[in-house]
Every structure is written in structure tokens, then in C-alpha cells.
């Protein structure tokens, strides 16, 4: 996924478990992907974020928004998110 900022992507029901979703401040947006177009709901706020390894050692950390997108199948990272880690 292409942003200009860390976007994390999670599915409807995740973002339900982990309870960060909903939320009075959400915005909606209109997501673009492949010619076509979806509704999603972006946090106004960067939330912190870890990226773990396999046996959960931290390898690193950053922040971002949530982009709660219905139909997700699992979560994606932007590009940006991608690129802010340090490894």
C-alpha cells in the first residue's frame, strides 16, 4: 500500500479485539486500490506500533495510523510504515 504517511491497515475484527475500534474521532475515507474504490476509517491520532520477531522480541518500534478497512483479510503496511522502522 502506498501513503505519504505510516498507515496500518487491520481487519474490521481485529481492530474490534484489540479495542481501537470505534471511535468518536475516526474519519472516514475513501480507499483507492486497483480502480476501485472502498470506505475505510482513518484514526486522526498516530497510535504506537512494534514490529516483533517470531518468539516476540521487539525489533523495533514507531508510530502510525489505523486504517480500519471492512472486507481486509489481514493487516497491511503501508510503505511508509514500512520504511520508518530502523532495523
Excluded at 53 to 82: F, H, M, Q
Aim: hydrophobic share 45%; net charge negative; glycine share 6%.
Amino acid at each position: 500500500m502506498e501513503t505519504e504517511a505510516p498507515i496500518l491497515a487491520i481487519p474490521l475484527n481485529i481492530v474490534k479485539d484489540l479495542n481501537l475500534w470505534p471511535t468518536a474521532r475516526d474519519i472516514s475515507v475513501v480507499v483507492r486500490e486497483l480502480g476501485s474504490e472502498t470506505l475505510g476509517y482513518l484514526s486522526p491520532v498516530k497510535i504506537f506500533v512494534e514490529l516483533l520477531d517470531e518468539y516476540g522480541n521487539r525489533l523495533s518500534e514507531t508510530s502510525s495510523y489505523i486504517l480500519v478497512k471492512p472486507g481486509l483479510d489481514e493487516s497491511t503496511l503501508s510503505d511508509a510504515l514500512i520504511g520508518s522502522w530502523v532495523l
